[in-house]
């Protein structure tokens, strides 16, 4: 089953840390761009994060320029999001999602992404 597999979500306090960790399973993710998506509660869900195949391409939603970084090991056929100083409203469902095409690098479009994690919650609360 071609899918994307997501670990690393969970509690911190406010200023605190997390590392999700993004892989496939059934297919290799390096050729694939990643973008990564978060949906608050009442919210739409929203791109906030992506990264090229060879990881020398980012971009970042304005929300968490300066605090998000994506990268990605393809040695290791995994991506990551690391998050720093986290907020309150950085609470919500994390997924990343997997484009083959170009055009599919940082659109931040759903109907771009061919393969979608199923989402690992981060909460963010003292």
């Known amino acids: 089953q ?3 597999v997501q670990s690393g979500g969970g509690l911190v306090q406010p200023g605190g840390s997390l590392r999700l960790s993004c892989t496939a399973s059934g297919f290799t993710l390096d ?3 990643v973008n990564w ?6 919210k739409e869900r929203e ?3 992506c990264i090229n195949t060879l990881g020398t391409v ?3 939603v304005e929300t ?3 605090r998000f970084t994506a990268s990605r090991d393809n040695a290791k056929h995994t991506v990551f999001l690391q998050m720093n100083s986290l907020k309150p409203e950085d609470t919500g ?3 990343c999602a997997a484009a083959s095409r170009l055009g599919g690098l ?3 479009k759903e109907d771009d992404m061919d393969y979608w994690g199923k989402g690992t919650l981060v909460t963010v609360s003292s």
């Not at 998506?37 to 009442?42: A, E, M, N, P, Y």
């Open 47 to 49: 791109g906030v994060a």
């Open 37 to 42: 998506f978060r949906q608050v509660s009442g």
């Open 64 to 66: 968490v320029k300066g």
């Open 2 to 4: 071609l899918q994307l």
């Open 93 to 95: 469902i994390y997924f």
């Open 106 to 108: 940082c659109s931040f």
């Open 31 to 33: 050729y694939y761009h």
């Open 58 to 60: 980012t971009n970042y």
